[in-house]
């Protein structure tokens, strides 16, 4: 399968270089320091279960892209109206672009930037990984997930195809006839951590060694889900608690990106995490405190120039 990336961050790269080692024919489009390192030599790909080393076809020309079966979207949300232009291009030459970063409304955002809905999969991705140098990422987490469907439900060819893909590689994947409503349950994980960790500084670990910090925890998984749940989507006390005890499981050590790009001093995701409950709560008329406080004080912080 011919699969373009767009982003070679630390995503970006650990997936294109998990496709290519599963075989599939895999472009990257990067810049700077990444686009040298991956032109020099092979990417180190560091993993729980050892290091492997691959070489890919990187790029800093989208034209070269064109004609990808599957264009799959690795950029921070901040970077996303840079790469408009690209994913119109490759959109339009047939691909499929799949956007899989945080948030629930990214496929509404593609589409104010020029994007149809129907030439997009919805897609999400759970892991943690980094860039530890250019040329280097490390996956620090034991679960690695894709999920894809379409934006509006419903069985998918596509989705079936690149989940199988994606799956092909070692990575658990999925296609998802509600992908609506695991975008909801993932933002339910991600956010509480990303806040607890953004406003406490520290990995998770700390921040679960108090009983306030879970309390926390708690009350920001559980705002996350009522304001899904007042928007349609079908989510549960259920989800709730299954979503809290895997916050609670993650590795002590692990940092979420958010802190990760507080620590570089570069822009943040505050606005599709944190600012995107608040703000869909108080639309919904659903109380959201934890991440009242969270979007504001995170929002003050997340300023500067992304890393290259």
């Known amino acids: 399968m011919h699969i373009a990336v767009v982003g070679a961050g630390a995503i970006g790269s650990w997936l294109a270089g998990a496709l290519r080692l599963a075989g599939h024919d895999v472009q990257i489009l990067a810049r700077d320091a990444q686009l040298a390192a991956l032109r020099r030599g092979p990417l180190v790909l560091r993993e729980p279960e050892g290091t492997r080393e691959v070489t890919l076809a990187a790029t800093d020309n989208p034209a070269e892209l064109a004609g990808a079966e599957f264009a799959l979207v690795a950029v921070k949300s901040y970077d996303l109206a840079s790469v408009a232009p690209t994913l119109a291009l490759l959109a339009k030459s047939g691909s499929t672009v799949v956007p899989l970063l945080n948030g629930v409304d990214i496929v509404e955002r593609l589409e104010a930037l020029g994007i149809r809905r129907a030439a997009q999969l919805a897609g999400s991705v759970t892991v943690s990984v980094a860039r ?24 998918s060819a596509r989705a079936t195809r ?34 607890a960790c953004g406003l406490s500084r520290t990995p998770i670990g700390p921040v679960r060694e108090t009983a306030g910090g879970v309390a ?4 920001a998984v559980r705002e996350v889900l009522a304001v899904g749940r007042a928007r349609g989507v079908r989510l549960t006390d259920a989800d709730a608690r299954a979503t809290l005890d895997a916050v609670l499981e993650t590795p002590p050590q692990m940092k979420p990106s958010l802190l990760l790009d507080l620590e570089r001093g570069g822009p943040t995701e505050v606005d599709i995490l944190c600012g995107a409950v608040a703000k869909l709560g108080a639309a919904a008329k659903v109380p959201t405190p934890v991440h009242d406080v969270a979007a504001t004080f995170l929002g003050m912080l997340g300023t500067g120039s992304p890393p290259r």
């Open 216 to 219: 926390l925890l708690e009350r």
């Open 132 to 155: 530890t140098a250019p040329g280097a990422v490390e996956r620090r987490s034991n679960f690695q997930r894709v999920v894809v469907g379409e934006p509006d439900g419903g069985d």
């Open 162 to 195: 690149l989940a199988a893909a994606v799956a092909a590689a070692g990575i658990e994947a999925r296609a998802s006839t509600e992908v609506a409503r695991d975008l909801w349950l993932k933002l339910a994980f991600v956010d509480p951590i990303a806040a």
